[in-house]
């Protein structure tokens, strides 16, 4: 079988690709040959840069941050270059009779202000005298609350240490005394001060 026929049934099995142009779809940059060997020189040179270790390039710290503080300081020292400074004529000559005139033959008064003068400082000094004394009587008041509390609890304290038959005895003691000590006609007087003749008689 002749190469002819081997192409016809190849277009007869695949009719769309034979339909296609035959044209060659790569396609090549102008001056690409001229360019190549800079391009390959470059290339070769950037590589072997990346691959030197501790010789690279580096950026320092904060470069970005400070960047446009530096710019700016950069632009601001060129305009005042090109502005340029002058001196007055005789500056240097007049300067000393200057700063004398204006420090030691100086004639006006210091101004002078009193502190107690202003109403604001006379209201502050009233308010902090007052807050001063509301705060030692408001302390004062609460020490001698704490101490009567104190007093209170350390007798609270000292009556639940007290027997139980140490205080009935004692009221035995004080009823006795109060009955023996007490008279025939006070306890009449007693009676008739304090109950009617109703009471007497529905008691008898």
Wanted: charged residues 20%; contains cysteine; glycine residues 2%.
């Amino acid at each position: 079988m002749n190469i002819k026929d081997e192409d016809m049934e190849w277009e007869l099995e695949a009719p769309l690709l034979a339909a296609l142009p035959r044209l060659t779809p790569y396609r090549v940059p102008d001056n690409y040959f001229n360019d190549l060997t800079a391009q390959l020189n470059s290339t070769a040179f950037l590589n072997s840069l990346s691959q030197t270790d501790g010789h690279g390039f580096s950026i320092p710290a904060n470069y970005f941050e400070e960047l446009t503080a530096q710019v700016k300081s950069r632009v601001a020292v060129e305009q005042f270059k090109s502005i340029g400074f002058s001196t007055p004529a005789n500056y240097f000559d007049q300067l000393q009779a200057k700063i004398l005139a204006q420090t030691v033959e100086s004639t006006s008064a210091p101004k002078v202000i009193r502190f107690w003068q202003t109403d604001l400082m006379r209201y502050a000094a009233a308010a902090c005298f007052i807050i001063l004394t509301a705060s030692g009587l408001y302390l004062k008041e609460q020490q001698t609350i704490k101490a009567t509390r104190s007093t209170e609890l350390a007798s609270e304290t000292l009556l639940y240490d007290i027997d139980e038959s140490v205080i009935i005895e004692h009221l035995q003691e004080s009823q006795t005394a109060t009955n023996t000590s007490a008279s025939q006609a006070e306890m009449e007087s007693y009676i008739l001060d304090h109950y009617s003749s109703n009471d007497l008689s529905n008691n008898l």
